[in-house]
């Protein structure tokens, strides 16, 4: 009797290994017949073990095949929920991101809707790439984001968003500072690189006025003007000379603790010690 006790117990734990994968999850690994059954209560609790199993793969398909025949139902707005984490886990982005943006549509008064409206634009921050690359997700995300804190200022989530629009700025502005210092050093090939980058330096320290670099772009604008200047027609030589002595008095006022306000000075006395002998040599020829 011990023996066909002991027996039954074996069968039963084979019986349960051969329904459940083998991740020992509780999850069971006969998925085809779960797709197929049009027992939708006990697809739907499927749908559930796979997701808390973050088996987000198996979890879709079930929460795609719930999602078109439930609607309407009590169960509607969790699958929904948990059919666009699904997407996002799996990271795609892109229909996450229609899946997050339609449930604050069909469900504006849900608890969840502040969440679903966050991660909207979070998935949009997913797909920023490095700063190289065009950044059309990194400016959406901004937006998003931005659209987000005026809806939910009391959000918990505030504080995430606003970190994130500081990370989309700081690459937007990373990949204006490397364009605008491929025309300084494009210099050696054309003169007018220089006044290229004299200009992109003024829009970006015009477009992040609080930025920690903002010296490094005045310093790079001082020596764009200077080069431009000593390479000049003489009869414009000297108002582009003035012009360079103005950016770096204007450099002294804003930035005097900078740690390039000394080379900073050192174009001021270029500039300078030009100007004097220039106009020593034009009194000599008047006089």
């Not at 020596?223 to 450099?251: G, H, P, W």
Request: hydrophobic share 35%; net charge positive; glycine share 2%.
């Amino acid at each position: 009797m011990k023996q066909s006790f002991l027996v039954l117990i074996i069968f039963t734990a084979v019986s349960s290994c051969s329904y459940f994968k083998a991740s020992n999850k509780g999850v069971p690994n006969n998925f085809n017949k779960i797709m197929k059954s049009t027992d939708y209560t006990f697809k739907l609790q499927m749908a559930e073990k796979y997701y808390l199993n973050k088996d987000y793969n198996h979890a879709q398909m079930l929460y795609d095949d719930l999602y078109r025949v439930m609607k309407g139902s009590e169960h509607f707005e969790d699958i929904w929920y948990k059919y666009a984490y699904c997407a996002y886990y799996l990271k795609d982005y892109i229909n996450a991101e229609n899946l997050f943006k339609g449930f604050v549509e069909a469900f504006p008064n849900s608890p969840k809707s502040d969440e679903m409206d966050y991660m909207r634009a979070y998935c949009f921050w997913m797909q920023s790439p490095k700063y190289q690359l065009d950044q059309t997700n990194t400016t959406k995300t901004i937006g998003f984001m931005q659209a987000f804190i005026a809806q939910h200022p009391n959000s918990d989530k505030v504080k995430e968003a606003n970190v994130i629009i500081d990370k989309c700025r700081a690459k937007l502005e990373e990949k204006d500072f490397e364009a605008a210092k491929l025309y300084f050093n494009l210099r050696e090939t054309n003169l007018a690189y220089l006044k290229a980058a004299s200009l992109t330096f003024n829009t970006l320290m015009n477009t992040y006025p609080d930025s920690q670099f903002s010296d490094e772009y005045k310093l790079y604008i001082i020596k764009s003007d200077y080069l431009y200047a000593i390479q000049s027609m003489e009869e414009k030589k000297k108002t582009r000379l003035e012009q360079v002595v103005t950016d770096c008095n204007d450099f002294n006022d804003r930035f005097p603790e900078s740690k390039l306000k000394k080379e900073a000075q050192s174009y001021l006395d270029l500039a300078n010690t030009t100007l004097k002998k220039m106009n020593n040599e034009q009194t000599k020829k008047t006089g």
